[in-house]
């Protein structure tokens, strides 16, 4: 559902990815983790259309996103690790202007929305403006509108950032809900212990360049770590290079 193929990002003072090759499959959950200033957020970037890279290719659900890159989008929900919300708006009025962007038919358009904002905890703040929301709320609204169009794919930076340990549950079991229905989730987090508990294969970046992927045990054969947590594997990978 996920190709990256060969992805290169040079911004002439920094190689921030170096040949960068993963595939993530239909209904997986895909953890991407490395330390600060590993090229996370840029890939990510790169996934949603934001910025193009400099070699490389990005195939979502058999789609160039070079080639077509409205119609990946289409398919895709992106949540960045720095969300813009126009915070005049009330939650409701937030997700129906996600639905006209993404041409959500009008007619299940408030069906959709009253669905997410009661999934997600929001539904009694429906029609209250968003400034009047909490971080938290304001992060659990972002996910829910990156969802509005029933996205194939969900890429999703840091999702857990500012939410309390109930929200994080929350956020957790519906995201894992949407890979058992099929959708492919890509998620950047460097919450190791998260990664651990809710991704079926993950990533490790370093210096713009994947070091490992695959299961914990697999990461585990790789770092010769023998049967550690996720943080051992990660500090001895990140350490080696």
């Known amino acids: 559902m996920i190709d990256l193929i060969n992805l290169t990002k040079d911004f002439k003072t920094t190689l921030a ?5 993963l595939r993530v499959r239909a209904g997986e959950i895909y953890g991407f983790i490395g330390p600060n200033g590993a090229g996370k957020t840029t890939t990510i970037r790169m ?14 659900g058999g789609i160039d996103m070079k080639k077509n890159p409205v119609a990946a ?9 720095r969300p813009f919300l126009y915070e005049k708006l009330t939650g409701m009025e937030f997700l129906k202007f996600i ?6 038919e009008s007619s299940g358009m408030a069906r959709r929305a009253q669905e997410l904002l009661t999934r997600f905890g929001l539904w009694d ?16 609204l972002i996910i829910a509108a990156a969802l509005m ?75 010769q770590t023998g049967q550690a947590r996720l943080e051992e594997v990660f500090l001895t990978l990140v350490q080696e290079m």
């Open 17 to 21: 990815i170096n040949n960068l090759t």
């Open 47 to 60: 996934m949603g259309g934001i910025i193009e890279p400099t070699s490389g290719s990005i195939i979502i």
């Open 73 to 81: 989008k289409k398919i895709i929900g992106f949540v960045p690790d």
């Open 99 to 104: 639905s006209d962007l993404y041409e959500v």
């Open 125 to 140: 703040w429906a029609h209250e403006i968003i400034e009047a929301y909490s971080h938290g709320m304001k992060q659990r």
């Open 149 to 223: 169009h029933e996205p194939k794919v969900l890429v999703i930076d840091e999702p857990m950032v500012g939410l309390d340990p109930a929200a994080v549950r929350m956020v957790k079991d519906i995201l894992k809900d949407l890979a058992a229905q099929n959708v492919t989730v890509f998620v950047s987090t460097h919450t190791l212990s998260i990664a651990e508990d809710l991704c079926d294969t993950i990533g490790v970046i370093h210096k713009g360049t994947l070091l490992a992927q695959g299961t914990l045990a697999e990461l585990n054969s790789a770092a």
